[in-house]
């Protein structure tokens, strides 16, 4: 059966596992009417399909070899050549974990919050170029009375440190997936508000803005 998918499916393909001693029952995609998923070691992201296109039946794989050859800026779509794909289940060359079992349930999460992706994204490649190890392990620490995210990256003695602050946006609908009531269709509503960071000085005179 032909369908279809974009860029924006094909930018989970990013985490798949690569290098010659990555896990190799890992390299490829998952292609199913929930999306497209890729998987890693260490997590697992997945993009829903574009709406209004062909959606495959079953769920089928593709190997990285072919996704790689793919290359999509997010809004173009293009269909799947059915001799590239496999059958999206586990086999000796392909390990395909169950999904609903590796998403946590929202109802045993213990706190949110909800920020710039694009500041965030400015920040992790500030620690990924500071932090010396190679898993970048960095702390994410957030202040609900704050409304602040504090981000700390890991350093051994005598390396040195970073540490962000980002702000929360405030919102508090229920569009961002997750939660039960997120995914019945609705109209449109207002975006999230983001909120600044109060920033005060300590030295020097103070002047009227």
């Known amino acids: 059966m032909k369908f279809t998918v974009n860029g924006k499916n094909l930018a989970v393909g990013r985490i798949m596992p690569r290098g010659k001693d990555a896990d190799s029952r890992l390299k490829h995609v998952v292609m199913s009417k929930d999306g497209v998923t890729a998987f890693?070691?260490?997590g697992m992201a997945r993009v829903s399909m574009p709406s209004g296109v062909a959606q495959p039946a079953l769920p089928v794989l593709v190997p990285q070899?072919?996704?790689d050859k793919w290359n999509l800026k997010p809004e173009e779509k293009m269909d799947v050549p059915e001799e590239v794909t496999e059958p999206g289940v586990t086999s000796p060359d392909y390990l395909v974990p169950n999904v609903k079992s590796v998403?946590?349930?929202?109802?045993?999460q213990t706190a949110t919050v909800t920020v710039n992706a694009e500041m965030l994204l400015k920040m992790l490649k500030i620690v990924c170029?500071?932090?010396?190890?190679s898993e970048?392990?960095?702390?994410?620490?957030?202040?609900?009375?704050?409304?602040?995210l504090r981000i700390d990256a890991y350093r051994q003695p005598g390396q040195q440190e970073f540490v962000g602050v980002l702000c929360e946006l405030?919102?508090?609908?229920?569009?961002?997936p997750?939660?039960?009531s997120s995914d019945a269709p609705k109209a449109p509503e207002k975006k999230p508000v983001p909120k600044g960071i109060a920033l005060k000085t300590d030295t020097g005179r103070k002047f009227r803005a």
Request: net charge negative; proline share 10%; aromatic share 10%.
């Open 178 to 180: 997750g939660d039960k």
């Open 65 to 67: 070899a072919e996704v």
């Open 40 to 42: 890693h070691p260490q």
């Open 170 to 176: 405030e919102y508090s609908g229920d569009y961002i």
């Open 129 to 133: 170029e500071v932090c010396e190890d």
């Open 136 to 148: 970048k392990a960095i702390r994410l620490r957030y202040f609900p009375s704050e409304g602040k």
């Open 103 to 108: 998403i946590p349930d929202p109802n045993n």
